[in-house]
Nanobody
Framework: EVQLVESGGTLVQPGGSLRLSCAAS????????MSWVRQAPGKGLEWVSG???????YYAESMKGRFTISRDNSRNTVYLQMIGLKPEDTAVYYC?????????WGQGTQVTVSS
């Protein structure tokens, strides 16, 4: 059974930091491009960041310098380190796995940035 399980979301104050994790199982993790995608309240999906199997990283322009994506292929886990969080970063953050032929999604983890 394919699973992507996100964790780490919580309430954090503006300017704070969080690290999200996404644990994958049921497929060959290293074969997949991994991304984080978010959905703010009342808005559509927004791609945040992605990472190739060998560590090449990509970011949405507004996340550059604040978010860092990484992966540990030995642990089948992808991470999103976020610093300098802003209220507009409030969203459900989803993990996505994409091999070009197959796509998998996690259930999401809520990040709320508020004082």
């Amino acid at each position: 059974e394919v699973q992507l399980v996100e964790s780490g979301g919580t309430l954090v104050q503006p300017g704070g930091s969080l690290r999200l994790s996404c644990a994958a199982s049921g497929f060959t993790f290293a074969d997949f491009f991994m991304s984080w995608v978010r959905q703010a309240p009342g808005k559509g999906l927004e791609w945040v960041s992605g990472i190739t199997w060998n560590g090449n990283t990509y970011y949405a322009e507004s996340m550059k310098g604040r978010f860092t994506i990484s992966r540990d292929n030995s642990r089948n886990t992808v991470y999103l380190q976020m610093i300098g969080l802003k209220p507009e970063d409030t969203a459900v953050y989803y993990c996505n796995a994409d091999s070009g032929l197959r796509h998998y999604w996690g259930q999401g983890t809520q990040v709320t940035v508020s004082s």
